[in-house]
Each structure stands twice: as structure tokens, then as C-alpha cells.
């Protein structure tokens, strides 16, 4: 299996804009997670989907963020406008009931500049 | 509430010796799960080891353990022999319920020839 896919790598834009990360899943996990990564509040939980639902998105710090999960394999996390604080690693994680530990796999990051 | 700390911002261990990064948690739900994971530079986060709440026994995955005690909630990884390569940050976390974790600010390690 190719792993959690994120793209892009590495994002940079100017405040105001919008942005769109994506991420593919693991085949056949059925939970995705998406996260954010500073140096000042270290790895939160923003929000996790079960089954393409969210289940819980009390960490998506306000209405600038938004995350979809149209199908199984397949899900986006949108910033709209994207401010300069939001400059951070965005990760993508997935995992599914059949894991030995439910452990996640983590993709490699989008690393997001905001100007 | 969960809480998890890690109490090491940072670390120094020599080649080939073993290293203790520190972990405790916090929760009042009996059934939860506890797991190590590593960043190196890179940035990749790579899942190194699992412990359950209800196991008997301290997991081992190759040079790693854990050494779990219940008592004192606190869930210490063990690194032996310590390689170049094992430098990096090391994160510590909690899972309560199904998938709900909460990931501990992490000890950066480097390991010195």
C-alpha cells in the first residue's frame, strides 16, 4: 500500500486566500484524522471522520476551517481566508478497526506558509 | 479529561547506550491505550509502540519497550543501544475511548558518537 497521501508537500500563499489540502486515505481504514502541527501548541487534533462522517471537530479552531470527507477515499481540509497564524504542518492521519492497535498512520505533512 | 506530559524537552544519550524518555498520563476512564511515536527531521511521524491498559506485560517492539506502570500512570519508552539514526522527536500518546488521542509535547533525543 502506498500510504496516507497528502498534497501539496509544501503550500505558500498570501492572507487572505484560500486554501485546500487533500489527503487519501489508507485503503479500507475507515477513520481519518486531520491535525496540525506548531511550535508553540505542538500536534492538535483538529478533526476525525468515521465513515466519511465527522465525529468530532471541537478542534478546528474556527469558522475559517472546514474539512469534507466526500468518499472513502478522499478528503479535504479548507482554509478560507488563511491568516498568517494558520502557518503550520497540516497532517493527515487514518487507521481502521482491523489494525492491530489502532495505531494511525500518518501521511507526510503539507507543510503551509500563509504571507 | 486526558491529560498526557512529557517532562523532557530534550535529551542527550551516547551511541550504543540505552535512554529513557519520560512519559505520565492522566485519565479516569479504565480502558485506554498508550502509544509511542517518532519524528525525525523529516517530519514523518512513525507509530513505534502500543501498550494497553489491560495488558499484563511491558511491550517490546525490537530495541523498544515500554515500561508501564499502572499505579503511577506513567508509560516511560526504553531505547536500547541507541543508534545514530534514532534521533529525533519522540511524542507520547493517549487514546481513551475509540480513536479520541491526545499527543504529549514531545522529547527531542540526539544521540552522540
Known amino acids: 500500500d502506498a500510504g496516507v497521501i497528502q498534497s501539496p508537500r509544501h503550500e505558500v500563499t498570501e492572507m487572505g486566500q484560500e486554501v485546500t489540502l487533500r489527503c487519501k486515505p489508507i485503503?479500507?481504514?475507515?477513520?481519518l484524522f486531520w491535525y496540525r502541527q506548531t511550535m508553540m501548541r505542538g500536534l492538535e487534533l483538529l478533526i476525525y471522520?468515521?465513515?466519511?462522517?465527522?465525529?468530532?471537530d471541537s478542534g478546528m479552531p474556527e469558522d475559517r476551517f472546514s474539512a469534507k470527507m466526500p468518499n472513502a477515499s478522499f478528503s479535504t481540509l479548507k482554509i478560507q481566508p488563511s491568516e498568517p497564524r494558520d502557518s503550520a504542518v497540516y497532517f493527515c492521519?487514518?487507521?481502521?478497526?482491523?489494525?492491530?492497535?489502532?495505531?494511525?498512520?500518518f501521511g507526510p505533512g503539507t507543510r503551509l506558509t500563509v504571507l | 479529561a486526558q491529560k498526557i506530559t512529557q517532562t523532557q524537552p530534550g535529551m542527550f544519550v551516547q551511541e550504543k547506550e540505552a535512554v529513557t524518555l519520560d512519559c505520565t498520563y492522566d485519565?479516569?476512564?479504565?480502558?485506554?491505550?498508550l502509544f509511542w511515536y517518532k519524528q525525525p527531521s523529516s517530519g514523518e511521524m512513525i507509530f513505534l509502540i502500543y501498550?494497553?491498559?489491560?495488558?499484563?506485560q511491558n511491550a517490546t517492539e525490537g530495541r523498544y519497550s515500554l515500561n508501564f506502570q499502572k499505579a503511577r500512570k506513567s508509560a516511560n519508552l526504553v531505547i536500547s543501544a541507541s543508534q545514530l539514526g534514532d534521533s529525533a522527536m519522540y511524542f507520547c500518546v493517549l487514546r481513551v475511548g475509540y480513536q479520541k488521542v491526545t499527543f504529549g509535547t514531545g522529547t527531542k533525543l540526539q544521540v552522540i558518537p
Open positions: 492521519a487514518s487507521t481502521g478497526q482491523y489494525n492491530s492497535y489502532n495505531e494511525q498512520f
Open positions: 485503503s479500507g481504514h475507515d477513520y
Open positions: 501498550q494497553g491498559s489491560y495488558d499484563q
Open positions: 471522520f468515521n465513515n466519511n462522517v465527522p465525529i468530532d
Open positions: 485519565t479516569s476512564d479504565p480502558s485506554y491505550g
